[in-house]
C-alpha cells in the first residue's frame, strides 16, 4: 500500500506540474490584435513618384544558424550555437548592411530581441546602433515565455520579430497579423505570423506601400499558409486599387512556382510552391533563380550536398518597374538565408 501511495504522489504530482506550466503558458501568451499601429508621424518624408529605390531582404536566422550550424527543428541536434558564434554572426550581418550604404529599404526577418537562442541580445538595437540614419519599425511576430523542446534542452524564452530598417520616415507604420493558428497546444509555443507595412507618401498624392512578410513554416499540412496568402492577396489588391505603389519582400517560406533546379550546384527542398492562380495579373515576382537564398539546416552546410532553394523574394504591382535583382552569395556563412537585394523604379 504504501508504494502504490507513493506511486500515486508521484503521478499526481507530475499531473499538477504539467497543468500549471500548461497554464502559466497559456496566461502569458502573447494575443495580437488584428492590426497595431507602430508609428505614426506627423512629420514625414514624400518620396518622388518617379523615384529608383535599393532594397534588401534577409533573412538573418536570428544570427543563430550559421554554416556550421544543425538545427534540431530541421531534423538536425543542436538548438543553439556559442555566444561567441552568434556574436560573430551579428557583427558580420552588421557590417554588410553597413558596408551596403546605398540601400534605401532593409528588410528583416528572425531579428530577436530578447532569447535564449541568441543568449538575450538585443539585435535590433545593436542594428540600428551601426545604422543610425535609418528610421528603425519592429512587429513581434513570436513572444513565448518558455519554448519547451527539446526535452533534453529546451529553447526557453523567445522574443522575435521583424524589422525594417528605411532612410525615409513613413508617415505611418503598421502590423497586421495572419489569420490562422496550429492546433492546440503547440499554438502555445509558435509564432504568430504577421507584416509589417510602410506607407510613405509620394508626390503625386499616393502612397508607396512597403510590407515585410514572414510567413508559416513547419506547415506540413498545407493550413496556415492558404489563410496567409489570401490575406496578403486581398490587402494588396485592395492598396492597388487606391492607386498606391505596392512592393512585398521577405522570407515567404515558400518557392516561386515553376522554379526549377537546373542550375549548378543548385537542389530543391520539399517545401510548397507559391499557387499560380495567387499572382494578380500584372504583378510581377522578383528573385534570383541562379543562386539559391535558403539551405536545409539538418546539418551544417555542404556546398556540394545540402539542400537549398529560393523563398525569399520580393512581389510589385504592376505601376512598379524591376530593374534589377541580386542573390547575394555568403556561403550562408552567418545565417540559413542569404541577402536579396533589388532595385525598382516607380512608373
Known amino acids: 500500500m504504501k508504494i502504490i501511495h ?27 490584435k488584428p492590426s497595431e499601429t507602430l508609428a505614426e508621424n506627423k512629420e514625414f518624408d514624400i ?19 550559421d554554416s556550421k550550424m544543425d538545427f534540431f527543428y530541421d ?43 541568441s543568449y538575450h541580445i538585443n539585435e535590433t538595437d545593436s542594428i540600428h546602433h551601426i545604422l543610425s540614419n535609418y528610421h528603425s519599425y519592429f512587429a513581434k511576430n513570436y513572444d513565448v515565455a518558455f519554448v519547451p523542446v527539446p526535452v533534453s534542452n529546451p529553447m526557453g524564452k ?9 532612410r525615409f520616415k513613413p508617415q505611418l507604420s503598421m502590423r497586421y497579423s495572419y489569420p490562422g493558428k496550429f492546433p492546440w497546444p503547440k499554438n502555445l509555443f509558435m509564432l504568430n505570423r504577421c507584416c509589417l507595412v510602410n506607407y510613405y507618401p509620394l508626390s503625386n498624392g499616393k502612397k508607396f506601400v512597403l510590407i515585410n512578410t514572414h510567413n508559416s513554416a513547419f506547415d506540413t499540412k498545407n493550413i496556415l499558409k492558404p489563410k496567409e496568402m489570401a490575406f496578403l492577396k486581398k490587402f494588396i489588391l485592395n492598396e492597388y486599387q487606391k492607386g498606391n505603389y505596392v512592393m512585398v519582400g521577405g522570407d515567404w517560406n515558400q518557392s516561386p512556382n ?11 527542398l520539399d517545401l510548397n510552391y507559391i499557387s499560380k492562380d495567387f499572382t494578380p495579373a500584372g504583378w510581377q515576382w522578383l528573385f534570383d533563380p541562379r543562386t539559391p537564398s535558403n539551405r536545409r539546416v539538418d546539418k551544417p552546410y555542404n556546398s556540394v550536398e545540402t539542400l537549398t532553394t529560393v523563398i525569399d523574394m520580393y512581389l510589385i504591382s ?15 556563412a552567418w545565417s540559413d538565408h542569404q541577402p536579396v537585394f533589388a532595385r525598382v523604379k516607380l512608373k
Open 6 to 32: 507513493i506511486i500515486t504522489v508521484i503521478v499526481i504530482t507530475v499531473i499538477a506540474v504539467f497543468a500549471a506550466f500548461f497554464l502559466f503558458t497559456w496566461c502569458t501568451a502573447y494575443r495580437p
Open 75 to 117: 531534423g538536425g541536434k543542436m538548438v543553439r550555437p556559442t555566444k561567441a558564434r552568434v556574436l560573430k554572426s551579428l557583427s558580420k550581418v552588421i557590417s554588410f548592411l553597413w558596408h551596403n550604404e546605398n540601400l534605401d529599404f532593409i528588410m528583416l526577418q528572425e531579428v530577436d530581441q530578447n532569447s535564449k537562442r
Open 258 to 268: 515553376g522554379l526549377k533546379p537546373q542550375f549548378e550546384n543548385f537542389n530543391t
Open 47 to 65: 518620396l518622388p513618384q518617379n523615384g529608383e529605390f535599393n532594397l534588401l531582404i534577409w533573412n538573418i536566422g536570428y544570427c543563430g544558424l
Open 158 to 166: 523567445v522574443f522575435s520579430g521583424i524589422a525594417t530598417f528605411s
Open 318 to 332: 504592376p505601376n512598379i518597374e524591376p530593374v534589377a535583382v541580386q542573390t547575394i552569395n555568403t556561403n550562408f
